[in-house]
């Protein structure tokens, strides 16, 4: 059954849209592998947001579909991440009402609460409506395509091994890729247990390295890189001694030998 899943202005949870949705354990059973998902946004309640969003109204405004689901390891409650594949931005708003009618079917005992959910379970009917609405034609496809940009906190790319030229060999990033494994492994060191947040507060929340468990620079090619098994989060002193000397980097077993002394 596909679902609705809601992506507000502000929010306590960590989204990236089309890279990952973090949601309570309450919706796990609507938020499946292979689930299709269409965002959605409620009205709008702080106009500095206006120019990120395609309609001040409630609306849709991408689809998507579940890739993996995943457990927050920083939660204790449970909360969980789902990693989304194949998202497509909508070029224009599909308004929740259109002609005095709401899209989604709501439930006769749920006239009063229908929309506290921010994620929703709707027929296939509704989903093809939405997604008819949104004239996919003229859409664009955005997260399924490769975000690559410099990123500073990791002292190697975290992409497939494409290369290219830049006064010299470099490899391009791919940003996709360090949020999944966030997501995956959290914001704890990896080696040592070591947390930004914790120890400097909220103004370092979000910062951890994350580092390829096989150099970028042996894969020699293109190559598909799984976040939960050959990346890992690492701090910043952890992810420096494992480069320390650039012809070898330190295994993990390694790193984790050398802390015990």
């Avoid at 989304?84 to 909508?90: D, K, L, T, W």
């Avoid at 708003?93 to 006239?111: C, D, F, M, Q, W």
């Avoid at 290369?163 to 996709?176: A, L, Q, S, V």
């Avoid at 979000?206 to 042996?218: K, M």
């Amino acid at each position: 059954m596909p679902a609705i899943i809601t992506e507000n202005d502000v929010s306590q949870w960590d989204d990236e849209t089309g890279v990952v949705y973090h949601f309570p354990k309450r919706y796990r059973a609507l938020l499946q592998p292979d689930t299709e998902v269409i965002y959605y946004k409620g009205r709008i309640k702080d106009k500095a947001f206006a120019s990120a969003r395609l309609s001040p109204e409630p609306h849709y405004f991408g689809m998507a579909r579940i890739a993996e689901v995943c457990i927050d390891k920083k939660s204790d409650k449970g909360d969980l991440y789902a990693l989304i594949e194949g998202f497509i931005s909508f070029e224009k708003a599909v308004l929740a009402k259109v002609e005095g009618a709401y899209l989604e079917t709501i439930p006769s005992n749920r006239t009063s609460n229908y929309w506290r959910d921010g994620v929703r379970g709707i027929s296939r009917s509704d989903y093809y409506a939405i997604i008819r609405l949104a004239d996919l034609s003229a859409t664009k496809l955005t997260a399924g395509e490769p975000a690559f940009a410099f990123d500073p906190l990791a002292f190697e790319s975290a992409n497939e091994g494409d290369k290219t030229n830049y006064f010299g060999t470099r490899y391009e990033r791919n940003k996709i890729l360090r949020l999944k494994a966030i997501a995956i492994h959290g914001l704890s060191c990896k080696a040592c247990g070591f947390n930004f947040e914790k120890v400097y507060g909220e103004y370092a929340k979000g910062f951890i390295h994350v580092h390829h468990l096989i150099p970028i620079s042996a894969y020699g090619e293109e190559t598909a890189v799984n976040p939960q098994t050959d990346l890992v989060t690492l701090c910043a002193n952890c992810h420096a001694v494992v480069h320390k000397n650039r012809d070898v980097t330190l295994s993990m077993e390694q790193l984790k030998e050398m802390l015990k002394r």
